[in-house]
């Protein structure tokens, strides 16, 4: 029973190529999250959503476009990937306000482009 | 804007020492929390701090928070070879559920 499970786990693709990591979560969190992390490990907030509504939308190019088609799946669609998009992308949802006591991470989406 | 630092980034131990990693943040928070990473892995929580004065134990590790030095740290007791990992630092951003990070801690312990 995987709390927040992403797929692929490892994704390798080609420049230019147009790419999906999926991310669901059964805990009943309203709320979901892309993170990026680095080659050197760095981690950085991407996008929120909130009950499907983008509350979260950091500088990152609009080749990344995530979607929510319920509050349950939150997914990131990546155009035209260049060699510098390579980095482990983890998923995470929260349930904010009262009863918030911390975030759960997906596995990780190691992508790679070549 | 919202800065966290994490220091020491590396720190290579022998087993049975004892250690301590901090964490400190730049502006108000509602909330710090630890994780831990192992190589490949996702990232798992360890504790939750949300006031100022808080302490949290789970075996060898203790956290504390002092909001009004903003500081966090993750103490380390008799460290064994099983907790080498990476260990982060993150904050939360007040009212907006958002988590700036800090750079992480390369912890290796050797037998």
């Known amino acids: 029973d995987t709390a927040v499970s992403q797929t692929p786990k490892y994704l390798v693709t080609q420049m230019g190529n147009d790419k999906s990591i999926k991310c669901e979560q059964n805990l009943g969190h309203d709320t979901m999250y892309w993170y990026k992390q680095d080659s050197k490990k760095f981690l950085k907030i991407m996008f929120s959503y909130n009950n499907k509504e983008l509350i979260i939308n950091e500088t990152v190019p609009n080749r990344f476009s995530p979607k929510s088609p319920d509050k349950a799946h939150l997914n990131l669609h990546i155009n035209s990937l260049e060699l510098g998009d390579s980095a482990v992308y983890f998923c995470?949802?929260?349930?904010?306000?009262?009863?918030?006591?911390?975030?759960?991470f997906g596995s990780g989406t190691r992508l790679t482009v070549v | 804007e919202l800065k966290v630092e994490q220091n020491p980034l590396f720190l290579s131990m022998q087993e049975g020492k004892n250690y301590t990693i901090y964490c400190n943040y730049s502006t108000t928070s509602d909330r710090l929390y630890w994780y831990r990473q192992d190589p490949g892995k996702s990232l798992e929580s360890l504790f939750v701090?949300?006031?100022n004065g808080a302490v949290k134990q789970e075996g060898r590790l203790m956290a504390s928070l002092d909001t009004k030095a903003r500081l966090s740290t993750l103490h380390i007791t008799a460290a064994v070879h099983d907790l080498s990992a990476t260990y982060f630092c993150a904050v939360e951003v007040a009212g907006n559920y958002q988590l700036i990070w800090g750079a992480g801690t390369k912890l290796i312990i050797k037998p």
């Open positions: 995470a949802s929260s349930r904010p306000g009262q009863g918030h006591y911390g975030y759960t």
């Open positions: 701090l949300l006031s």
